[in-house]
Each structure stands twice: as C-alpha cells, then as structure tokens.
C-alpha cells in the first residue's frame, strides 16, 4: 500500500552535515504523521525527531535538539532530515514512518506508526 524509501545516507566526519530524505508513494501523503527513527547494531530502535501532517509541529528526541531538523515537501510527497554536528553516537540507520494516527496521540514510540521503510545507513568517524 503505503511504500517508504529513504535516500541520503553516507559515510562522514564528526562535526559535518547530512540531509536524509524520504520519498513516499501508494498513500495520501498529506494526511500523515511522519517520523525519523535510527538504530544501531545490537541496540534498540530509538525516536529522533517527528513532523505533523502540515509540517507545523515537531517532536525532537534530546539527543537531536539544536542538531538535527525535520521537515516536510507535501507536494513532492517527501520528507527531511537535516543533520548537523554529526557524532559518533549518531552512527546508525534512519528510517522513516508515517502514520494515519493524529498528532495528539503523540508519535514518540514505533506503535504508533503504520509504514516503514527500510532505512539508510548513516556513519560517522571520528
């Protein structure tokens, strides 16, 4: 139905940039809550950052304030994640998810998601 598939991943240094992005397809991409997730090998899936269905409100996890910022393009049915200051910590894959849930649920946990993608792989040396 609802397909995800992010872009933007790489290898950089600690303290560059990196914009990941996020195409969807199959689904009224407007009408979605969209979030970032990341999870490195051996650890849990963890919140980054979430956007409202207009791209009016977020949610950031405290490891991204002041670092990293989400955004959304509706009429190109894609969204962002802007990263700066890149750590090592920050070595991960990121993935994306929408949900058809309202924003007063509070998109903070996988449940509260019903597509994925598959992720990019984002690392970071120091």
């Known amino acids: 139905q609802v397909q995800l598939v992010e872009s933007g991943g790489g290898l950089v240094q600690a303290g560059d940039s990196l914009r990941l992005s996020c195409a969807a397809s199959g689904g009224t991409f407007s009408m979605y809550v969209m979030g970032w997730f990341r999870q490195a090998p051996g650890k849990e899936r963890e919140f980054v950052a979430a956007l409202s269905s207009r791209g009016l409100r977020t949610y950031d996890s405290d490891f991204v304030k002041g670092r990293f910022m989400v955004s959304r393009d509706n009429a190109k049915n894609m969204v962002y994640l802007q990263m700066h200051s890149l750590k090592p910590e920050d070595t991960a894959v990121y993935s994306c998810?929408?949900?058809?849930?309202?924003?007063?649920?509070?998109?903070?946990?996988?449940?509260?998601?019903?597509?994925w993608g598959r992720g990019t792989q984002v690392t970071v040396s120091s």
């Open positions: 998810a929408a949900s058809r849930r309202g924003w007063s649920d509070r998109p903070l946990r996988p449940e509260f998601y019903d597509y």
